[in-house]
């Protein structure tokens, strides 16, 4: 069992840059990956990136490559992912997640197969 709290998301203008946190519990070790997924309202939940835990190797995907970044402090349990350059098609609510899948095969992974969700946190960018 794992647990995912995410906190960090709110309100901001074009351009501006926001990191969401991520903090894991009870048996994530065991996941392997944490990566993130967001939704827009009417629309399907897309991936954004994720990271292999133990080797910090990154898949990101290719509407956000070069402007969201993803890390994680090991010693915390908690995964990042860094926004830059924000843009109001980025406006969704953002869901961690975990999954032992590694995170190469996310680009494809449907997200209703995903193991393990946090609650969400949203994210608005004002034109």
């Known amino acids: 069992q794992v647990q995912l709290v995410e906190s960090g998301g709110g309100l901001v203008p074009a351009g501006a840059s926001l990191r969401l946190s991520c903090v894991a519990s009870?048996?994530?070790?065991?996941?392997?990956?944490m990566g993130w997924f967001r939704q827009a309202p009417g629309k399907e939940r897309d991936f954004v990136g994720a990271i292999n835990w133990h080797e910090e190797t990154v898949t990101v995907a290719d509407a956000v490559k070069g402007r969201f970044t993803i890390s994680r402090d090991t010693a915390a349990n908690t995964g990042y992912l860094q926004m830059n350059d924000l843009e109001p098609e980025d406006t969704a609510q953002y869901f961690c997640?975990?999954?032992?899948?590694?995170?190469?095969?996310?680009?494809?992974?449907?997200?209703?197969?995903?193991?393990?969700w946090g609650q969400g946190t949203q994210v608005t960018v004002s034109s």
């Open positions: 009870g048996r994530f070790f065991r996941s392997n990956t």
């Open positions: 997640a975990a999954d032992p899948r590694p995170a190469s095969q996310w680009k494809s992974l449907p997200w209703r197969m995903v193991d393990t």
